[in-house]
């Protein structure tokens, strides 16, 4: 999506409705930096003010989102060019977040490894030690949980047996066995266990 051209769409449309920046985000309940944000390719509508903006604004929200005014002739051309457009953001965006997870993962290892080989190498206090190994045990905990958050909800696992590429629920991802990211789960679809591998994108073959 092309925020700079969106961004300039909102401007052009609210001056020509003659309100100020900070009419506007009164309107909706922000501040008109949200606003100024928005008209300078910075950022964009959050989703639960969308439909009040286009209202306010006497747009659609494909016209939001295309950054111009949409005819009849052109509209399905190019709802489905935002469509691809919002598919591949979003392929983009599982890329970053599942090396974000190694990220976390490596991080929360570390802190774990960490806490206990000081607790076995330093002179220090019983009680001190088995505090030491419990914060690093929480915390390694909690970052390992975070980073399989994001495992479980960035792209699909794909079945084995079907083919079908899906989102299991948490309590899947966690309670099965795995070689990295690929785990043995119960598909959905077909209702087989196989090993199950991630997939960014339902075209992944």
Request: include cysteine; aromatic fraction near 8%; charge should be positive.
């Amino acid at each position: 999506m092309d925020q700079a051209k969106i961004g300039r769409f909102i401007a052009e449309c609210r001056k020509k409705r003659g309100l100020t920046q900070a009419e506007l985000a009164e309107i909706l309940g922000i501040t008109d930096r949200a606003v100024s944000k928005w008209e300078n390719g910075k950022s964009m509508p959050d989703c639960a003010i969308m439909l009040q903006l286009c209202k306010e604004l006497k747009i659609t929200v494909n016209d939001l989102l295309c950054g111009e005014v949409t005819t009849m002739d052109n509209y399905n051309e190019k709802m489905e060019q935002k469509l691809l457009e919002m598919v591949k953001q979003k392929q983009e965006n599982d890329k970053k977040m599942l090396s974000l997870e190694i990220l976390i993962g490596v991080f929360s290892a570390f802190i774990l490894i960490g806490c206990v080989a000081l607790a076995a190498f330093l002179e220090m206090e019983m009680w001190l030690r088995i505090t030491l190994i419990a914060v690093g045990f929480i915390m390694g905990m909690i970052g390992f949980m975070f980073a399989l958050s994001i495992e479980q909800t960035a792209g699909y696992y794909e079945c084995n047996k079907c083919k079908h590429k899906y989102v299991p629920s948490f309590s899947s991802v966690l309670g099965a066995m795995h070689f990295g990211r690929t785990r043995f789960m119960k598909c959905p679809k077909c209702g087989e266990f196989s090993w199950n591998k991630k997939v960014v994108s339902k075209d992944d073959k």
